[in-house]
């Protein structure tokens, strides 16, 4: 009973205080967006045309890119269709990662 929550209060404890400085980062409004037809990042741009090498150069030179929310409006109306960051395009095509010249295999 009461002795199960002050023990558990400590541990709760510390994982809100490791908790307490992400909440920053986890903001529900991105902090930078780019248009996908009109203004992507040159790291989209490596990363939609699966040139690995190039878009690892750029994300070491231009961190700030992988930050950068890239967004897809309806033409028409203005909504968002898709909101992605250069991670979650990496990982839609990572079946084509391994597939090509893996020397590894």
């Excluded at 699966?50 to 961190?63: E, F, I, N, Q, V």
Aim: glycine share 14%.
């Amino acid at each position: 009973g009461g002795g199960g929550v002050a023990g558990g209060a400590s541990v709760v404890t510390g994982d809100m205080n490791m908790n307490s400085a992400p909440p920053k980062r986890a903001s529900p409004q991105p902090r930078r967006e780019v248009d996908y037809y009109h203004n992507p990042t040159e790291l989209f741009r490596w990363i939609n045309y699966r040139r690995w090498d190039g878009a690892k150069a750029r994300a070491l030179s231009h961190p700030d890119e992988c930050e950068t929310w890239i967004v897809s409006r309806h033409s028409n109306d203005g909504r968002v269709l898709w909101r992605h960051l250069p991670i979650h395009l990496v990982c839609m095509q990572s079946g084509s990662v391994g597939g090509n010249g893996d020397k590894n295999g």
